[in-house]
């Protein structure tokens, strides 16, 4: 029985790409620390803005700065191989009846990890 040169290609080649699967040849690792870091920046910007919208009413500014982004790997969990933590310095003025302004300064800070089935930051809430 004689067998084309076609079919001996295709099992050769199939061969080959089970033996490359099987030999640790993977798809991506994973988001870069760079890519991580501009996705952590964008959350921060978000809280930012959305922290510093008050309602008039209530005469209280507040000013919220971004003090600080830590990042670090975490390297044996695939699914959530980044933890960060946005660092925010917040100061509010409140004018009372009298027209008096009372400054009160806090620190503030949220942590989040990176989630790679959804590719993005994902907020933890801090233990009790």
Known sequence: MRTSPTVGTAVFALALALALAGCGARGPKGPTREAVTASLQQEANSLKQDGEKLDPVLRVKATWTVEGLDISE???DPD???AGTIRFSI???TRDTDGKVVTDEFKKRFDYVYTTSVNRWI???PPE
């Open 91 to 93: 100061k509010s003025e």
């Open 80 to 82: 959530k191989p980044w």
């Open 123 to 125: 907020f933890q809430m």
């Open 74 to 76: 975490r390297p044996n």
